[in-house]
């Protein structure tokens, strides 16, 4: 709410300087859905991730209703009339965060399920993954090669996100005895913090920075906190993860992945080597979690990502006249 307010002034005069057609809002910027509303525009929800699409408050119906309180209040500060738009919201989730004309979602029902609710609008596109420059400062030459028969270590990412640095110092850590002691794996880490101090094991390289789809595309698996990009470019290339969500919507997305078989859920706070080690052999020597992360990787590739973005945004205009 705070931050709808800080952004309604200068979004509105964004849209009367620029005149769009169309607006694209951001789910958790709901003043960008004001202001479509009341500029009569059509206008899409980009949903970045799918935590909210299946209501993660429907267990808690008192905190869910107040949320929806807070969305409606703003609406009727806002101007807002009652239309049939705000009719339609009410019938679907009775909130700002979901657009009456289309809402895309960055993931398939491959692994965050369908959405009754949602039907008519949702769209689920996969998420959006085009090439990214290359690090040639990467130590490639560390890593075991694909397909050699001298080396046949197997190949595991791991890894916390940059907003995740400080709080997942001792996690890292972790990760990197649990492959130190697994001398058939070969680790990766990715420390932007430079959290793990003094010196790892042989087969434990450790970097402040990592170019994740290179080096998704040769991983066997990966290790994370759940965040929405690294579990989808992890899924993407077949990759099954061991999952320790640390917050926000970290702990729905870790729960999809274990629910559509792709990976393994560990609490971050009990995550020492010996739990994350337990679950890296099961994702690893169990071949239905490679079946399952593949599964959901070509439906990823079937939604057409950023393309089929675009196209729904494209009909979304030519149906608005």
């Not at 525009?41 to 929806?68: C, F, H, I, Q, Y």
């Not at 679950?279 to 590739?301: C, E, H, K, N, T």
Request: hydrophobic fraction near 50%.
């Amino acid at each position: 709410m705070p931050l709808a307010e800080a952004m309604m002034a200068g979004v509105a005069g964004a849209v009367e300087a620029f005149g769009p057609d169309v607006m694209l809002v951001d789910q958790q910027a709901v003043a960008g859905a004001v202001v479509a509303m009341r500029s009569g525009l059509p206008w899409a929800t980009s949903a970045t991730t799918a935590a909210e699409l299946g209501n993660p408050l429907a267990a808690m119906p008192k905190v869910d209703a107040w949320v929806r309180e807070l969305l409606l209040d703003l609406e009727v500060r806002s101007g807002l009339p009652t239309t049939a738009a705000s009719a339609r919201y009410q019938s679907t989730y009775g909130d700002l965060r979901f657009s009456p004309h289309l809402v895309l979602a960055y993931s398939t029902a491959a692994l965050s399920g369908d959405v009754p609710a949602l039907s008519e609008t949702l769209r689920y596109v996969g998420p959006s993954i085009a090439a990214r420059p290359t690090d040639p400062t990467f130590p490639w030459d560390r890593l075991p090669l694909p397909n050699d028969d001298d080396d046949r270590r197997r190949l595991v990412f791991a890894g916390v996100g940059t907003a995740n640095a400080d709080a997942g110092a001792a996690f890292l850590a972790a990760c990197a005895d649990a492959i130190g002691d697994r001398p058939h794996l070969f680790g990766v880490i990715a420390d932007p913090g430079g959290a793990i101090g003094g010196t790892t094991a042989d087969n434990v390289l450790v970097v402040p920075h990592v170019p994740q789809l290179d080096l998704l595309r040769r991983a066997d698996a990966a290790i994370c906190h759940a965040g929405q990009n690294t579990v989808c470019e992890a899924l993407y290339h077949g990759v099954p993860l061991v999952v320790a969500p640390i917050r926000d919507d970290q702990p729905v997305v870790a729960q999809q992945v274990a629910a559509a078989g792709a990976g393994i859920r560990i609490r971050f706070a009990h995550a020492n080597p010996a739990v994350i080690g337990k679950a890296l052999d099961q994702v690893l020597d169990d071949p239905a979690y490679g079946a399952a992360a593949r599964r959901i990787g070509d439906s990823f590739r079937a939604a057409g990502g950023a393309q089929a973005a675009a196209e729904h945004l494209e009909s979304l205009l030519v149906a608005a006249g």
